[in-house]
Structure formats: structure tokens, C-alpha cells
């Protein structure tokens, strides 16, 4: 007899499955664009995503609105 897998663990393989969600922050700047300022906090930035494993295009979006 072959076993077949109770149709109650079916919801929790199924979200075992499920892909890491998408975070979305939005970022407003009131320095230039290529600003040494703004360079140093953008480049702060990706460090601290880096050091959380976010990488953009895969598990972040990032909206960036400079003035």
C-alpha cells in the first residue's frame, strides 16, 4: 500500500514553497544626484541592504526621489 500524505499537511508545503516577499522602500533625497554628500549616504545605504541580504531585484524595490 502506498502512503499518501494527509490532505491537512498540504497548506504547509505549499508555504514552504512560497518566495521571499518583496519589500518596496521609498527614498526622497533633498541633495543633487552625484552630490559627494549624497554619493557617501547612498553607498551607506546599500551597505546596510547588503548586510541584511536584500538585494535589489530580488527581494527589495527601491524608489529613489532625488531633489
Do not use: K, Y
Amino acid at each position: 500500500m502506498t502512503p499518501v500524505a494527509s490532505p491537512t499537511a498540504w497548506p504547509l508545503a505549499a508555504r514552504a514553497q512560497e518566495a521571499e516577499r518583496e519589500r518596496r522602500i521609498g527614498v526622497l533625497g533633498l541633495l543633487a544626484e552625484g552630490d559627494p554628500e549624497s554619493t557617501a549616504r547612498e553607498a551607506a545605504f546599500h551597505e546596510t541592504q547588503a548586510g541584511l541580504a536584500w538585494s535589489e531585484g530580488h527581494n527589495v524595490r527601491i524608489d529613489l526621489f532625488l531633489q
